[in-house]
């Protein structure tokens, strides 16, 4: 496992990662609910990640953990402070809130549930997120950066997943509207998807998609 400190990033680094191929088998299942719930999966986190609150949440430390202490699993992330959601999806539309207020620098969205683990969400045709960083949201998507202007850093936000419709979207969860929308093309079960470099971030499922959406 690399060192976590590789997972520290500074100014335009903030808006790429390394890119590698990994091929990973195993799945741990599919929903098709309106109202997702799902939880934080250790087995995926980053060296320089703590889970808390029953594995809603995660925090993130500079030093992190001595990787010779963390569990060896072809399913963690070993280059960035990536952690994904235990939660497989396969159709339907899904909504859940981000608590972002105790971070300024994070990633959120979704990504294929086997992703190569040597690379950071946002940066190929396999995950679609939206990032903050320096006081500016961006959208990201096959390496390609999206600025969006029309939202501050507010205490949380929500995102709304149309899989058939092939959209993510960031909503401001306070006015109960759309940000932004990234189109994809989803050909497999996809996993809710978080990266961060400082602070914390806690996730809220078991949401029913809000109905002016």
Request: net charge positive; glycine share 8%; proline share 4%.
């Amino acid at each position: 496992m690399a060192s976590p400190m590789r997972a520290v990033m500074s100014g335009s680094r903030a808006l790429r990662c390394w890119k590698a191929r990994v091929s990973l088998t195993g799945y741990v299942g599919v929903t098709s609910r309106r109202d997702i719930s799902f939880q934080l999966d250790e087995k995926t986190a980053h060296s320089s990640l703590d889970l808390f609150k029953k594995n809603t949440g995660v925090i993130y430390h500079m030093l992190g953990i001595d990787p010779s202490r963390v569990t060896q699993s072809p399913e963690r992330f070993r280059e960035w402070a990536v952690v994904l959601g235990d939660t497989h999806i396969v159709n339907g539309r899904h909504y859940w809130e981000v608590t972002v207020k105790r971070s300024q620098e994070f990633r959120i969205g979704v990504a294929d549930a086997d992703m190569p683990r040597d690379e950071c969400i946002g940066v190929n045709n396999r995950s679609w997120v939206f990032a903050y960083s320096h006081k500016k949201w961006h959208g990201m998507q096959a390496n390609k950066i999206i600025p969006i202007t029309n939202i501050g850093h507010p205490s949380k936000v929500g995102l709304l997943l149309d899989y058939e419709g092939g959209k993510l979207s960031l909503v401001d969860s306070d006015k109960g509207s759309l940000v932004h929308t990234l189109s994809a093309n989803f050909r497999g079960p996809v996993v809710p998807a978080f990266a961060l470099w400082d602070g914390e971030l806690l996730t809220h499922s078991n949401l029913d998609v809000p109905d002016n959406l």
